[in-house]
């Protein structure tokens, strides 16, 4: 016997992508429902590339009981106001959204670092799923600290117009064609024109000067993997469709050789180490796309400081940034905790 698995936001970006990894994954549901806004009523999307089509329900009308599992996909709005009645209902939920990730009473899991933190699901019955730049980030880093405790961190981010939505995609394409046809590129999703340009500002700016996603890499890597460790962000917007990339430099307690680093992130789990030492011999976010792992290069001593490594990490936003990781953590409520399924 299997699930019952509601994915809310069905039509949009991270929500196909949380059907086509149900599919792909093969998890174990008897019957997944497709939710989505009243505009979307009715509309088809398909569950990956299964051929299996799913009409969206609408969400105003849609009852979650006797609904195993909602992943949610359709950011902070619906969540507030749909995903504690699904909960109520018994309904797990997993919520993409930045809603309810600092909650002390709710889970923030990337399964391959913290899978323990789930027993705490139970408080409110929802499970927050994190960034898509801490995500992958938390991939890498959870051996290495493992390994030879981290101090401090240092990351800028090379994020992708897809962390924006549709619209950011749709944002990039119609201006690089205005440029091309000689037309003025106009920016309505971003502050400022994001074709063969780079914006130094996602989310909203705090009184500190950081940026919101900024601060969320910072809380949420000290919640998720150790809240002894310094953190410090620099989050971009850069011109790619799909796949966020960062520079991350990170200063140990312990030595740590590069040597050393190699060899544990080659054995981590969700890690695909590809480092080698000539042209072409690292993964670009071209390259990632569609793909669930968090690619790991240039890794390489820091001599400005003691116990320094620098690391290149990349991987799909729209996959372990979000849809997979929902998915797997749902994979890991299931064997923890539901036990539904065979």
């Avoid at 969320?216 to 953190?231: A, F, W």
């Avoid at 042209?279 to 793909?291: H, R």
Wanted: include cysteine; glycine fraction near 8%.
């Amino acid at each position: 016997m299997g699930y019952r698995v509601a994915v809310v936001g069905a039509t949009g970006n991270v929500g196909r992508e949380m059907l086509a990894c149900l599919a792909e994954r093969e998890f174990p549901a008897d019957e997944v429902a497709a939710v989505a806004s009243p505009r979307s009523h009715g509309t088809e999307v398909e569950m990956g590339d299964s051929g299996k089509m799913l009409k969206c329900r609408n969400i105003e009308h849609f009852d979650f009981s006797g609904w195993d599992i909602a992943l949610f996909a359709a950011g902070s709005g619906p969540a507030r106001e749909y995903a504690p009645k699904a909960a109520k209902a018994g309904c797990t939920v997993i919520d993409n959204s930045s809603l309810y990730r600092m909650e002390p009473d709710v889970p923030l899991i990337v399964p391959e670092v913290n899978p323990e933190a789930i027993d705490g699901y139970r408080a409110r019955n929802i499970i927050a799923n994190p960034n898509c730049s801490t995500a992958q980030m938390m991939v890498a880093l959870k051996p290495l600290h493992d390994a030879a405790t981290i101090k401090r961190v240092v990351v800028a981010t090379y994020q992708s117009t897809s962390g924006a939505g549709k619209e950011g995609m749709d944002e990039l394409f119609s201006q690089s064609r205005d440029i091309f046809v000689g037309d003025q590129p106009e920016a309505r999703k971003f502050t400022k024109q994001i074709a063969f340009n780079v914006i130094p500002h996602i989310d909203v700016f705090l009184d500190d000067g950081s940026t919101k996603e900024e601060w969320k890499m910072v809380v949420e890597t000290k919640k998720i993997l150790d809240p002894k460790i310094k953190v410090t962000a620099t989050c971009v917007r850069v011109p790619v469709f799909v796949g966020h990339s960062e520079a991350i430099n990170i200063e140990f307690e312990n030595e740590l050789s590069a040597e050393d680093a190699q060899a544990i992130l080659r054995e981590a789990p969700g890690c695909m180490l590809i480092d080698k030492r000539e042209d072409g011999g690292y993964i670009t976010p071209v390259e990632c796309v569609g793909d669930g792992a968090t690619f790991i290069s240039r890794v390489r001593d820091d001599p400005t400081v003691e116990n320094g490594l620098n690391i290149w990490c990349v991987s799909d936003n729209l996959r372990k940034g979000a849809a997979l990781n929902a998915v797997q953590i749902a994979e890991l409520l299931g064997r923890k905790h539901l036990q539904k399924a065979a």
